[in-house]
T-cell receptor
Framework: DVKVTQSSRYLVKRTGEKVFLECVQD?????MFWYRQDPGLGLRLIYF???????EKGDIPEGYSVSREKKERFSLILESASTNQTSMYLC??????????????FGPGTRLTVL | AQTVTQSQPEMSVQEAETVTLSCTYD???????LFWYKQPPSRQMILVIR??????QNATENRFSVNFQKAAKSFSLKISDSQLGDTAMYFC?????????????FGKGTHLIIQP
């Protein structure tokens, strides 16, 4: 089974702190994604990556950056956390369409609270 | 850019009933993929069902089926013989012809509650 893991289920940080959210997948997927989930807004794409060291902005990249140094790991970075970044963060991975099944597999999520 | 609309923020039905969740989308693409994802209270998102736009036949997975109306840009999910374990947030999602390397576009979700 595909497994996507995230480093923390719950995280509490203070305004201005630098925050790292880590995501690891074990199925050799090329594509990885970071989404933010807020009540009444659904999931919104922050950043995505289709290869090592490649990154692309999604719909709401402001205030975030990402790093993908290894194929299996995709990190989301909040350079200076703000209270409006309090949210649930979901990581996902998938194969390219040419690989057949393009289903996205999700991690369990990290509930980040910024005080 | 594509948009996905789920017009039912919350629905509640009795166990064993059939329930239909609605989803409409807007795109200028002719080939694409549509998904329904389920997020139970434990939060892990899992795929329920997938539809490829070039396939006319509606997808089915056990008790779950879709009504895909391409011209109307509608993609509803029908859950038959609903069970308590079906209680969850359900998200409709769109994937463009690129195969998903650029992510999914999600609706805002429908909170489905199955009452005993």
């Amino acid at each position: 089974d595909v497994k996507v893991t995230q480093s923390s289920r719950y995280l509490v940080k203070r305004t201005g702190e630098k925050v790292f959210l880590e995501c690891v997948q074990d199925m050799d997927h090329e594509n990885m994604f970071w989404y933010r989930q807020d009540p009444g807004l659904g999931l919104r794409l922050i950043y995505f990556s289709y290869d090592v060291k490649m990154k692309e902005k999604g719909d709401i990249p402001e205030g975030y950056s990402v790093s993908r140094e290894k194929k299996e790991r995709f990190s989301l970075i909040l350079e200076s956390a703000s209270t409006n970044q309090t949210s649930m963060y979901l990581c996902a991975s998938s194969r390219p369409l040419a690989g057949g099944n393009n289903e996205q597999f999700f991690g369990p999520g990290t509930r980040l609270t910024v005080l | 850019a594509q948009t996905v609309t789920q017009s039912q923020p919350e629905m509640s039905v009795q166990e064993a009933e059939t329930v239909t969740l609605s989803c409409t989308y807007d795109t200028s693409e002719s080939n694409y993929y549509l998904f329904w994802y389920k997020q139970p209270p434990s939060r892990q998102m899992i795929l329920v069902i997938r539809q490829e736009a070039y396939k006319q036949q509606n997808a089915t997975e056990n008790r779950f089926s879709v009504n895909f109306q391409k011209a109307a840009k509608s993609f509803s999910l029908k859950i038959s013989d609903s069970q308590l374990g079906d209680t969850a947030m359900y998200f409709c999602a769109f994937m463009g012809p690129g195969g998903g390397a650029d992510g999914l576009t999600f609706g805002k979700g429908t909170h489905l509650i199955i009452q005993p």
